[in-house]
């Protein structure tokens, strides 16, 4: 039977933590032995945890911005709904002439644009060459029902390259008139 130690797959780890004592009772069981190094999975849990914490902050962390501005516009529609309940790597507020007004985090990440560039443009300035001029069509009339509505668009980052991008667009309103619009973006394949 082989021994127990030398089955753990991160022991490594588990030598470090040990103090003086508890090092000097298991060092007889440490020998080499010829094996397949395997991956650190305790490491991988770990990072893929960490990002998992990280992505519900930044979530929490576009909540509480949207929220802010919300309590200036009296938007009928609560923005943390909308951002639970739907994925996305960016967000895009914008006025209701589509003059962008704030982005979070991960449109800069997603398009390659820092958010100040974006701010005060139309989100026009994404598309290009590749767009299709029917989507765009296709977008501006439905951005004129307002009602909440989903499309896929191609869209390029700063460096020119393309990306297929789902959109789900709300518009947000203030007595029953329109007067903003969140877009929650997504690359997809």
Same mark, same amino acid.
């Given at each position: ?64 911005? #949207? ?5 200036? @516009?009296?938007?009928? +529609?609560? $923005?943390?709904?909308? =951002?639970? &309940? !739907? ?38 300035? #994404? ?5 299709? @001029?029917?989507?765009? +069509?296709? $977008?501006?009339?439905? =951005?004129? &029902? !307002? ?43």
């Amino acid at each position: 039977m082989k021994n127990p130690i030398s089955l753990m797959k991160s022991l490594d780890l588990f030598i470090n933590s040990l103090c003086v004592e508890e090092y000097e009772e298991i060092k007889g069981y440490l020998k080499e032995e010829e094996s397949n190094p395997l991956n650190l999975l305790s490491f991988d849990f770990h990072v893929q945890n960490l990002n998992s914490i990280l992505k519900k902050k930044s979530i929490q962390s576009d909540i509480q911005a #949207l929220k802010h501005i919300a309590k200036g @516009e009296a938007w009928i +529609k609560t $923005i943390e709904p909308i =951002l639970t &309940k !739907n994925s996305f790597e960016a967000l895009i507020l914008t006025d209701i002439n589509r003059t962008i007004l704030w982005v979070n985090e991960g449109f800069s990440k997603m398009t390659g644009y820092p958010r100040n560039y974006a701010l005060k443009k139309s989100p026009v300035f #994404l598309q290009g060459r590749e767009t299709s @001029e029917v989507t765009r +069509k296709r $977008i501006r009339e439905k =951005l004129q &029902k !307002n009602k909440p509505f989903k499309e896929v668009i191609i869209n390029h980052r700063k460096d020119n390259t393309t990306y297929k991008c789902e959109l789900h667009i709300f518009p947000l309103m203030h007595n029953d008139k329109t007067t903003h619009f969140l877009a929650l973006e997504r690359q997809i394949a």
